[in-house]
């Protein structure tokens, strides 16, 4: 039996990095030929090193994580001095992070959809692993949200952080997609339309809807 040759870092790490735009692009159907020609090797060393295209993808993914949580500055969150402040920081920074890191966020998104070309069983093996780390994130976030709050006693402090991650969601899509559509703002003194519609969602979610 041949002795098994030592691994390349370097070979591994090109063809993670090219498998991840592959999959991002193209989900579960990116071809293989195509993975180890943007990495610059041979499919045969594609192989060698993930064994199959399903561990490729799980690898892949892990990769996807891996380099987010790396560079990710959670101080956007802790750091700021209200609710508002925090939400609007928080989710221009996430943009800001989409796009450089375009293929990351491209691959992590079909995870999240449950991306039907992927093979159920695999689908939901890379679902669970990026919910958990999803939620763990969002823990961390809410966390500090709930710090800057005083609840009414009777509440129950896991149902608000629920009740919050839920909320705290729709309103980062809708001032995520406020920020596509004006990609030139950057301080936050040129921010006045979304964050007075921010404001009205953290009132809300502070006072209620119901006149008391």
Known sequence: MGKRLPRDLQKEKAILAAAVKAF????????????????????GSVFRYF??????????VHQAMDTLISVVDFNVWTDSDDLVSMIIRATKYKTELSHRYPNEFALLTRVYTHDVNVPEKLRNEVFSTFNKWAEQTQNIIVDAIVDKMTLRPELDEATVKHYLSI?????????????EKHPGLNRIEDMTEIIDEVKSYMDMVQYGIVKR
């Open 24 to 43: 991002g692009t193209d989900s579960f159907r990116a071809s293989t030929d195509k993975i180890a020609e943007s990495a610059g090797v041979s499919k």
């Open 167 to 179: 909320t705290i969601q729709e309103i980062s899509k809708r001032i995520q997609d406020y920020f």
């Open 51 to 60: 064994d199959n295209k399903k561990r490729l993808y799980v690898a892949a």
